[in-house]
């Protein structure tokens, strides 16, 4: 592949990644004077049959549609162009240079609550986007997220829907079916795994990558409580309650009780910067359980018998007037 060029154009430089899904390579576009880097993914139906081939042709229709509309935020890549060549698909869209954050959150490589937060917060702002536009990512993870060389801004890479082309199988209907679920395991929910991904499956993977850079812990190795399938992780270390009820909201085993999208999480996320500046109202909580012990000693002295009120004033060491 390498050194071969696609569409008459596409001069293919480098191999990226790849995996069961299709590869990703670096490409210089020969038609521009600069030569400007691209990145090339190149995704193989599953088979060469008609059927399937004509399934593949519409969903890569439909998902190339759809990428070129998400390319219109500033941090995902603009979709540059999409052709079929030999009845293999290609996609081609903005190189990003940078680094991934699975360059930045190594193993043990643990990050500050504050750090935590504002990293949650630059996610959730483009997954609001992303779910707003109807669209799941399915595969949010660190090494989808670029922090962009130029600005220093997140960007978000490598939607899963356009993996399908590599997993459908068509049956002799010509309806597809998808028996591999695309996604990363310790990243995906359950209903995800069983094919049936949400908008709120990647709000899971948000919290579990939250979980990630303040633990430091790969999200492979978190237990799981075997009654409710729930992650353990709040015993790895001591954080804020009101950070630790976001990450676990996010992260609940069964979706129905996670935010349900990108701005749910988000707000949740951002209450608990604004809530910080309100931190000197719990003083107010404290100082009630004072003044309500304060009062009830009060009214016990004021009932009490002469004979108990000097009792009670020897106690405490204070001078009570026997008489009121
Ligand atoms: N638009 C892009 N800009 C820069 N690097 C990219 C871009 N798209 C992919 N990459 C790099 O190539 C790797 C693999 O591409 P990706 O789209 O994530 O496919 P997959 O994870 O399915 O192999 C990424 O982890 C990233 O390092
Ligand atoms: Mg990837």
């Known amino acids: 592949m390498i050194g071969q060029t696609l569409a008459g154009r596409y001069q293919i430089t480098s191999h990226l990644g790849g995996g069961a899904f299709g590869q990703t390579y670096l490409a210089e576009d020969t038609q521009l004077p600069d030569k400007n880097q691209c990145v090339v993914k190149h995704l193989k139906p599953q088979a060469s049959d008609p059927l399937t081939l004509q399934a593949a042709r519409r969903l890569f229709e439909t998902e190339a549609q759809v990428l070129n509309r998400l390319g219109n935020h500033d941090q995902i890549p603009r979709l540059l162009a999409h052709f079929e060549e030999n009845q293999e698909f290609y996609l081609v869209q903005d190189f990003i240079e940078g680094e991934s954050l699975s ?63 590599s997993t459908q199988v068509v049956n002799a209907q010509g309806q597809a079916n998808f028996t591999i679920a695309v996604g990363t395991e310790g990243y995906m929910p359950s209903e995800q795994a069983k094919g049936k991904p949400r908008l709120a499956s990647d709000i899971y993977a ?19 409580d075997s009654q409710t399938g729930e992650i353990i992780w709040r015993d790895r270390l001591r954080i804020s309650p009101r950070l630790g009820k ?3 909201t996010m992260v609940r085993s069964h979706f129905s009780r996670r935010y ?50 000097q ?14």
Do not use: C, Y
Not at 286 to 295: N, P
């Open 311 to 324: 009792e009670i004033g020897q106690f405490f060491k204070i001078w009570l007037p026997p008489e009121l």
């Open 206 to 224: 948000v919290g579990i990558m939250g979980i990630q850079s303040l633990t430091g812990i790969s999200p492979r190795e978190l237990p799981e």
């Open 246 to 248: 976001v990450l676990d």
């Open 103 to 165: 360059q930045i959150l190594t193993p043990g490589k643990r990050l500050s609550e504050a750090e935590v937060i504002n990293l949650l917060q630059e996610i959730l702002e483009i997954l609001e986007f992303v779910h707003h536009e109807g669209v799941i990512h399915r595969d949010i993870k660190p090494s989808n997220l670029i922090r962009r060389k130029q600005d220093g801004k997140l960007v978000l890479i490598d939607f899963g829907a356009v993996k399908q082309i």
């Open 260 to 309: 349900q999208n990108g701005s749910e999480a988000l707000q949740a996320v951002k209450a608990l910067k604004s809530g910080n500046n309100l931190a000197w109202l719990s003083i107010f909580r404290r100082v009630d359980v004072i003044g309500l012990l304060g009062l009830l000693i009060a009214v016990i002295i004021l009932l009490a018998t002469p004979e108990t009120r």
